[in-house]
């Protein structure tokens, strides 16, 4: 009975001693924050994987802290630590997957700190989905911005783009050099304000993929954009703003695709309105031709119930295009070369491209879908590769993503294929899973220095795709979660802390590569961008606060190498996270 009574007290002592833990964890409000503490900085879903990474030495318990209620809701220990080959630092996981209940909550390093606000709920990453699109709205050319739209970026409408000059390069029998041609609308590129194919090609398969495996979820989506009140999706409204333009910079007398519109040299940093140089049309190229293909055959199936006599155009475009560069199959684009031969110089990007394979097979791709005519299997290869990364050099894969989502309306694809390309696809994802629980900050990104290009937050959501279209295919929930767990990654759970995302985060950039946020500097930049992110090549030669590949990021505005905005990174991005809200949001 003594021992009894003894081991009794014990307990209850014990029981005690964890209520005077959890309340003076509770009575901890006024910590500071501790910026090396990292997680997505939006939050999380309930039934999903919470997992934050500490920057620490030591192992140590945590508490996360309703703040509303001000009161411990649960309890954990640190992980062991974890090391990046390329990076000094130590990390240790902080894992309160467990935690199902819904609020607005902090991380608690009891006496030392506390982490920023996060919200447990569903449809969590919603506004972040609609903001990710509603950023090609804000980059539209040839109209102005309503403040009822636009808010407080409203701006003033720049570049009509119709007295635009055919280049002495893209000069033909019928349009010589000089001739005046139209073409308005579309999406300035990036910071800049050009407007490329070969950059929309990329842009534009990606968002028309993301309606294409979730239209449901797209139907409903209101971005609050003027077409917002008919009865086309928002998100393709916005595309068709772009696809418009494209049509334009096909020449209609043989089929060919000028390879940007653009001024001879970037422009200042003003608005759009005050950006008044000449533009012109630059080079047709089979690249620019190619990509132009594959965008118009997609969008023929993709706006077909919406503006079917505008779908037949696009097909009809398409196929031009394909014969095009069938009787010009190696037409590169070389601005260096092409500057010797011509006036005046164009000095904006490039986009050049020395191996056409991918696009060949992107476009054959696409025409076979919608058309199913067989001569465009003739150019799909007897071996397919190895599995690669969306890129806008590399577009192989966005063909093979068309292939394998309308698979079972295809009969007649070489025996196999799809089942190669789904091997390829999961062997791929898989060896992604298996690394990232090694990684330090438990992200399928970043496990390999070579993760870190020039536009890498990009890799980061491309990745995510790939995990997506792997879930798709087989349902299980590690794809998915993996896939969350990139756009944690892109949220703050990362080596600089920042979430990538302007307007979305309590650290995230403020200084974007953008020219209308570098003319309004009084302004916060638009939300919903994303900015390229770390990159130890640093080409613009700004100051860094370091050269380890996954912290070579400033947000400064000269850093164009790393803060830079662009639609072939955004597009991915808006994938990623609205694909994720149609597959967890509603549950």
Known sequence: MIQQHTICQLLIGLVFLGLISFQSAAQKSTLPILESIRLNQLGFYPEQSKIAVVLSA??????????????????????????????????????????????????ELPGIGESYTFEIKSQVHRALGQAAIKAFYYQRVSTDLPEEYAGLWARAAGHPDNQVLVHASAASPERPEGTIISAPLGWYDAGDYNKYIVNSGITMGTLMGLYED??????????????????????????????????????????????????????????????????????????????????????????????????????KAAEMAWQWAVKHPNVLYNQNEMNKMYFPAIQTGAYGDRNLEDEWLWAASELYVSTHNLKYLQNFPGDIGEFSLPSWGNVKWLGYYSLIRHRDHLNSLPEGLIAKLTSSLLETTETYIKSASQHSYHTVMGQSARDFVWGSNSVAANQGIALIQSYLLTEEDKFLKHAIGNLDYILGRNATGFSYVTGFGHKSPKNPHHRPSEAEPEKLPVHGFLVGGPNPG???????????????YVDLTCSYASNEIAINWNAPFAYLVNAIEALEGVK
């Open 58 to 107: 030591e192992s140590r318990p945590f508490f996360i802290r309703d703040t509303k209620a001000n009161r411990v809701v649960f309890e954990g220990e640190l992980s062991e630590t974890r090391s990046v080959s390329f990076s000094p630092k130590t990390t240790r996981w902080a894992n309160f997957s467990d935690l199902k209940e819904s609020g607005t909550f902090v991380l």
């Open 214 to 315: 979730f239209p449901g979820y797209v139907k409903n989506l209101n971005l609050d954009i003027p077409e917002s009140q008919n009865q086309v999706p928002d998100l393709l409204d916005e595309i068709r703003w772009n696809l418009l333009w494209m049509m334009d910079m096909q020449d209609p007398h043989d089929g060919g695709v000028y390879h940007k519109l653009t001024t001879a040299n970037f422009e200042g940093m003003v608005m759009p309105h005050e950006a008044t140089s000449q533009r012109y049309v630059v080079a047709k190229s089979t690249a620019a031709t190619l990509d132009f293909a594959a965008v118009m055959a997609q969008a023929s199936r993709v706006f077909k119930d919406y503006y079917p006599d505008m779908a037949i155009s696009c097909l």
């Open 538 to 552: 640093q080409q613009d030669k700004c100051d860094y606060p370091s050269d380890v590949p996954d912290e070579s």
